[in-house]
């Protein structure tokens, strides 16, 4: 197979023969009973699966929620609220003992904070379960490996978890040597350090973007794929009139890519809105705001427009104008690079929780 063959990306022709087969590693019971979780206790980890050869991973689905069952029909509830921050999604490339995709559950679905919402994107979606804090996770990315991938899930909270799963992929007979591999990566800054104003109380201008809040940082050869946001704001008043600035390739400022606004970039203008898009939106909109207080989470997919970087990109947001302001910040990044690269290392539980609870 060639890169000529190769169908393109989310747009194979069904029509015509496909040069790959399909297969899924998923949690149903192996004993032919209708128990089709696993358990996982707190501190514990799980294989979700443990693909060998070449092809793509090409769908991810969840469903997790608190405690041990006795059966499907034992409904749980969900008794940590934070559970989605707590549990760690890993994924590893090729034989690579270090993890190219380093995120908790929830963030990597982009919603942060814990939270479970409803919402439908070209590459992520969750559907919510009504009045509870659980529901089903997907997500849609296409994700290289050349001869193997594993998944796994962590559970770093204080309760058990069962968690229901399906890992979807293609297997191919060989693909392209020089394929890029899918990475994710979280961070987070809880809260900002603020810029100081001006005498005459203003902000100052930004003519560097040192202090910018950084979504992601990586050398080496790849593409921006885009990002999910969440911002928990705890003063009160606008939280967007941050800029964004992409710098690739170690140019200067203000970089190739230099916008007008955070709501901006997220599509929106004027404020965000409640509204979710193929390659845009704010999947967690605060409905009862009176002054843009609270949490809020925005995505933003680079498939039209991916940004490619040759040797570095550093994709940057001003949390305020010249970055004065003080809110909690915390962001998941996707993008692909050359060979399997270790990501950030994710802070301790306590550390990556929302203040507040």
């Known amino acids: 197979m060639n890169e000529q063959t190769m169908p393109p990306f989310h747009d194979a022709e069904p029509w015509r023969p496909l040069p790959f087969t399909s297969g899924r590693e998923a949690s149903w019971s192996r004993d032919g009973l209708n128990r089709d979780w696993r358990d996982i206790g707190a501190g514990g980890e799980m294989l979700l699966a443990d693909i060998h050869g070449c092809g793509f991973i090409t769908r991810l689905w969840f469903a997790i929620d608190t405690g041990v069952a006795a059966s499907r029909e ?32 929830g963030d990597f679905f982009a919603i942060g904070h814990g939270a479970m919402r409803s919402f439908s994107s070209a590459l992520v979606e969750i559907s919510a379960h009504p009045g509870d804090a659980r529901g089903s996770l997907i ?21 058990a978890l069962r968690a229901f799963w399906h890992v979807d992929y293609q297997r191919w007979e060989r693909l392209p040597a020089d394929l890029y591999h899918f990475h994710a990566s979280w961070r987070c800054e809880m809260p900002c350090p603020p810029t100081p104003l001006e005498p005459d109380g203003k902000e100052g201008p930004n003519l560097s973007g040192v202090n910018n809040y950084v979504i992601l940082d990586a050398a080496g050869e790849g593409t921006y794929f885009g990002c999910h946001l969440s911002v928990d704001n705890h003063a009160g008043g606008w939280w967007g009139e941050g800029d964004d600035m992409v710098f690739v390739d170690g140019e200067p400022f203000p970089g190739s890519l230099h916008g007008t606004g955070q709501e901006e970039y997220f599509g929106q203008g004027w404020g965000m809105q409640d509204v979710q898009y193929p390659f845009f939106g704010t999947s967690l909109y605060n409905r009862g705001h009176r002054d843009w207080e609270g949490r809020w989470s925005m995505y933003r997919w680079h498939v039209p427009d991916p940004i490619p970087f040759r040797r570095s990109i550093r994709v940057t947001l001003e949390h305020g104008h010249n970055n004065h302001r003080a809110d909690d910040y915390s962001s998941t990044a996707y993008w692909y690079q050359r060979g399997p690269q270790p990501v950030a290392a994710l802070p301790a539980v306590a550390d990556r929780l929302p203040r507040g609870g």
Request: net charge positive; charged share 30%.
């Open 74 to 105: 034992h409904h749980l509830k969900v008794a940590d609220p934070l559970l989605l921050r707590k549990t760690v999604l890993r994924i590893y490339w090729d034989g690579a003992d270090f993890p190219s995709v380093d995120v908790p559950v």
């Open 139 to 159: 997500s849609w990315f296409r994700m290289p490996f050349l001869k193997r991938a594993r998944v796994v899930l962590r559970n770093e909270g204080e309760l």
